[in-house]
RNA sequence: GGCGGCAUAGCCAAGUGGCAAGGCAGAGGACUGCAAAUCCUCCACCCCCGGUUCGAAUCCGGGUGUCGCCUCCA
């Protein structure tokens, strides 16, 4: 597979360390609040991209941390009037309802900051040993003009960061862009004794210490939004390479930003949008497709049309499968004629495409078009009138459910059972549409679909499904 | 001031040298008792100007527009 890193601005090779195994860590949330569709983003991408490594066959250890302690942490659960660790229950709580919602998958491990004091303050030891740390009464900082990669990563060098800083410096700094490692306790915050002060780590140093603890020295893919990659990722590979002398992430891997009506979505704008609230409206479902049907790195911009547009892709694709699965119970094996022989044939080839895709830079949008050209091509199978075969039927049907293993957003609708009753009206209609009686079958239709199950007569007979709900 | 991205049909969006994927919307047709679902057909010469090449949306140069980053931020 190959990969943009965004430290080579090229597409490279992904080639891991030990063979066969990818340690892979994306920066999680601050757990201060409900996180927004733009963090969504991110999660559902990075998701996507472990399960893809997956079914390529890598042994995938995915590192997700989250962030428990920092300013916002503290400022927030003083307005509250809670302490800060029950901030953090509540939100991570939360996050994994939503992300749940959304298809994300847990992480093979999700450390909290606070759990790896003893981590940090040993890295930030190994920064004193390396000259790269220095204290300021009791703060320690890390001193950028000793290490000489600085800004690498961002393609930043440290006199015109310098320029353009904006920000008033703390004038003790040796250079404006050093940046915290401790910070001694204020009155009333969480604090750990350290050899420095007592107090609390910054934040760039968590991601170093729990990543490393996790993954060792030196991971293969360190993922995380493009937001991040200065300051944080350019302190990351500071801290971590100052520490250990070696490359600290082989491939930096950056999600766009996701705005909303071509605006950037921020709090004072008023057009911050948490998944839990969007979740009152919209099918997590669909928002995990929207968020795949463009390329990773390109901005996106959500709106109400995008969402129905969508929805509806999403539906065209629910309903292949729905209808194949609903055949295949009615169908048997038999040799496949000339026409299923090609059938078969594109199967593969979709499957080759699809590879190929995902293979390049992570191209879901591309592999998404697989996925509708097999749709097209199977609805055609299921259309013709020669009857269809158990044994051509179902690997196209588990392709689908194949690639939904790393795509994850299909809702497979026909396998529940239906109440007794409705299946009552439907016999009911069977023989009403027998007797020719229209009015009585349309009623008995229209009333289902009130009641939300969908009629479709076939050549096959009557084939219902769920309507789709919007809210999930 | 520095660094970087993007510009493809009404909307969204792939495509890094050889007749422009896919989805949504729209038009026409087929199937259906009517629907629904589905299928078929139609719908772009790729921001502008130069250049390289037999050949460029794709490479190079110059514009224009737009977005982002430069110690809160996915």
């Keep these: 597979m190959k990969l943009y890193n965004t430290l080579t601005r090229k597409k490279e090779p992904l080639e891991p360390l030990k063979a066969g195994k990818i340690g892979m860590y994306a920066c999680g949330p601050t757990v201060y609040d409900y996180f927004h569709i733009g963090n969504a983003r991110v999660f559902i991408l990075f998701d996507v991209l472990r399960r893809y490594l997956a079914y390529r066959g ?5 590192v997700q941390n989250y962030t428990d302690i920092d300013d916002k942490m503290i400022n927030r659960a003083g307005e509250i009037g809670i302490r800060v660790d029950e901030l953090a229950d509540k939100f991570i709580q939360a996050y994994l309802e939503d992300t749940a919602a959304l298809g994300v998958r847990r992480a093979d491990h999700e450390p909290c900051a606070t759990w790896h004091i003893a981590d940090i303050i040993a890295l930030i030891e190994k920064l004193f040993e390396k000259g790269l740390a220095y204290e300021l009464e009791g703060d320690v900082y890390y001193d950028v003009q000793a290490f000489p990669r600085y800004g690498l990563l961002s393609g930043q060098n440290l006199e015109e960061l310098d320029m353009g800083s904006r920000v008033e410096v703390d004038e003790r700094k040796k250079h404006p862009m050093d940046f915290v490692l401790w910070k001694k306790e204020k009155p009333g915050e969480p604090s ?10 910054g934040w760039h140093i968590e991601c170093s210490a729990m990543s490393m603890h996790y993954l060792g020295e030196t991971l293969d893919i360190h993922a995380g939004g493009q937001d991040l990659i200065f300051p944080h990722h350019e302190n990351e590979i500071a801290q971590s390479e100052g520490a250990t002398g070696k490359t600290f992430a082989r491939h930096w ?6 705005n909303i009506n071509q605006e950037k979505m921020s709090k004072s704008l008023g ?8 979740r009152k409206k919209v099918n997590p479902m669909v928002l995990r497709f929207f968020m795949l049907s463009s390329h990773y790195r390109n901005p996106i911009n959500f709106s109400e049309e995008q969402i129905e547009q969508s929805q509806k892709a999403l539906e065209r694709l629910n309903t292949a499968v729905d209808n194949m699965e609903d055949r295949l119970a009615r169908v048997d094996e038999a040799p496949p004629d000339r026409e299923e022989e090609e059938l078969l044939g594109y199967l593969q080839e ?9 293979d390049d830079d992570f191209n879901t949008a591309d592999a998404l078009a697989v996925l509708f050209e097999l749709a097209r091509k199977a609805n055609t199978y299921l259309n013709r009138s020669q009857g269809q075969k158990k044994n051509v039927l179902l690997p196209v ?4 459910r194949e690639t939904d293993e790393v795509l994850g957003f299909l809702q497979e609708r026909t ?5 007794e009753e409705i299946e009552a009206l439907i016999q009911k209609r069977e023989e009403a549409r027998r007797q020719k009686d229209w009015a009585t079958a ?4 229209d009333e289902l679909k009130v009641r939300g199950i969908i009629l479709e007569d076939t050549p096959q007979g009557v084939r219902w499904k769920i309507a789709v709900e919007d809210s999930g």
Aim: aromatic share 18%.
């Design 58 to 62: 890598y042994d995938v250890t995915f």
């Design 192 to 201: 750990w004794e350290s050899p420095w002060s007592r107090g609390r780590p």
């Design 253 to 258: 891997v950056h999600a766009g930003y996701l």
């Design 271 to 278: 057009n911050f949008l948490t998944v839990r609230e969007l």
């Design 350 to 358: 979709s499957r080759e495409r699809f590879i190929d895709a995902m």
């Design 397 to 400: 049907l588990d392709f689908f």
């Design 415 to 419: 396998q529940e059972v239906l109440e």
């Design 442 to 445: 349309d009623g008995i239709r």
